[in-house]
């Protein structure tokens, strides 16, 4: 049996798969997994990939984490 899981779950598990450095502003799955990563809302993640671009390390450096 096949199961589908999102990109999210895959990333959130410790399987030693590593979360890319730029986070996907068109896949739903990656911007949930980045705010709740990140523990902010989907806006203020928004808000900051519109400040410095989508890259993981610069969105932490924005916001301080």
């Known amino acids: ?11 959130a ?3 030693g798969v590593r979360a890319p450095s730029v986070i996907d502003t068109t896949d739903d799955s990656a911007t949930s997994y980045w705010a709740t990563k990140l523990n902010i809302s989907p806006d203020d993640l928004a808000a900051a990939i519109q400040a410095v671009g989508p890259s993981v390390a610069a969105v932490r450096r924005h916001l301080g984490k």
């Open 1 to 11: 049996m096949i199961r589908l899981v999102t990109v999210a779950s895959v990333l």
């Open 13 to 15: 598990s410790n399987t």
